[in-house]
């Protein structure tokens, strides 16, 4: 029998993706298939390059073509990625657009953003971040470029900063690290509007914003000047931080505003000393996120413990997920894989969001 690519096509209708319940044929995803003699190579296109299924994919194709074609061939898998968007006139060159979100101050939010920046930077994804946090900024410390100035570029545009692969950009560099801002509602969202649209991102498949606490001035010039992809929540498992989670988390349900929530993410979930590694100690109380989650009908995306190093390295202005090895990095990296999972399917299941027109009852 002739191998030919319309064969392999066939074969590969099999192989379904786990996240959009498709086959990889009818969703697009194969491309560039060469057969020379009994070498078959061909190239999956993935949702998002941090795609946790990303292996399980390459040997269900392996297998596919093997069994539904012939045993002799010599199959060549190439995984790449093109990271699905909605339509976003505002910023066209950035896909999507993801705030990071809490209730309260105080449940590490910020380093969580961080750190799911750089583990999404590790895998290939394009990646910005954004300090939405007028009042409180934190972004120059946790990348260390704490009293540094941005350039202009021609345009007359910010250039951001770039650390380990992150695009970053911060009221804190425009001001002094020591400088209180004591601005009042309007001149911190025209703070905002300036650092999202006078920065030449460039590219970017992911623009996370690292937003305040609670809800304001700041999340409704967000989602009015941009169209917010989705919106992840941060928590705590104390019963006072969940409940002003849920109450930070529920704006974005709001009918005018409409943003999906992508899930919930619960930090300092338990304690685990170093000598004693194998041990959890639920200093905080336990199932929090999980009720939070539940609450606001979506996903508990991930669980990080309280680990002596988190701190340390924010503090040098090196986030931990930039170490690829070690427990803790590896919970950002599983969480960031998760979350590019679940920003692939609200694309493919869920209409874009629209910028908000808040009117006066």
């Not at 078959?40 to 990303?54: H, Y």
């Not at 590790?122 to 941005?150: M, R």
């Not at 010039?221 to 989670?245: E, F, N, R």
């Not at 999980?290 to 503090?315: C, F, H, M, V, Y």
Request: include cysteine.
């Amino acid at each position: 029998m002739q191998v030919t690519k319309d064969i392999i096509l066939n074969a590969l209708r099999s192989v379904d993706d786990p996240d959009l319940k498709k086959d990889i044929v009818t969703l697009g995803m194969v491309k560039e298939i060469e057969i020379n003699g009994n070498l078959v190579s061909f190239t999956v296109v993935l949702t998002t390059p941090a795609c946790p299924m990303k292996e399980q994919i390459r040997k269900a194709c392996v297998n596919a073509v093997k069994l539904l074609v012939s045993q002799s061939l010599e199959v060549t898998v190439n995984m790449t990625a093109n990271v699905t968007s909605i339509e976003n006139k505002t910023i066209p060159e950035v896909r999507n657009i993801i705030a990071i979100s809490s209730g309260k101050g105080g449940v590490g939010k910020s380093t969580i953003a961080a750190n799911l920046a750089v583990a999404l930077a590790n895998t290939g994804a394009k990646v910005g971040l954004l300090d939405a946090d007028i009042y409180g900024p934190s972004l120059p410390i946790l990348f260390g470029f704490e009293g540094k100035k941005p350039y202009l570029n021609d345009a007359n545009k910010l250039i951001p900063f770039e650390q380990h692969g992150v695009k970053l950009m911060s009221i804190g560099t425009l001001v002094s690290p020591q400088q209180a801002i004591v601005w009042r509602g309007p001149m911190a969202s025209k703070a905002l509007r300036q650092l999202i649209f006078d920065s030449d991102w460039g590219e970017l498949d992911y623009l996370l914003i690292d937003m305040p606490p609670g809800t304001g001035d700041i999340h409704l010039t967000l989602v009015q000047s941009l169209p917010v992809t989705g919106a992840v929540v941060i928590t705590t498992p104390q019963k006072l931080a969940v409940a002003d989670a849920r109450k930070g988390a529920e704006m974005f349900r709001w009918d005018q505003i409409n943003v999906p929530i992508l899930g919930v993410i619960e930090n300092m979930a338990y304690f685990i000393p170093d000598e004693a590694p194998e041990k959890k100690y639920y200093i905080f109380g336990e199932n929090g996120g999980k009720s939070l989650a539940e609450a606001l009908e979506t996903e508990l995306i991930g669980q990080i413990p309280i680990r002596q190093g988190i701190a340390e390295n924010s503090d040098f202005g090196t986030p931990i997920a930039v170490y690829k090895s070690g427990d803790i990095a590896k919970v950002y990296h599983e969480i960031a894989g998760t979350l590019a999972q679940k920003i692939a399917i609200r694309n493919a299941s869920v209409s874009p969001t629209l910028k908000v027109e808040i009117r006066n009852q």
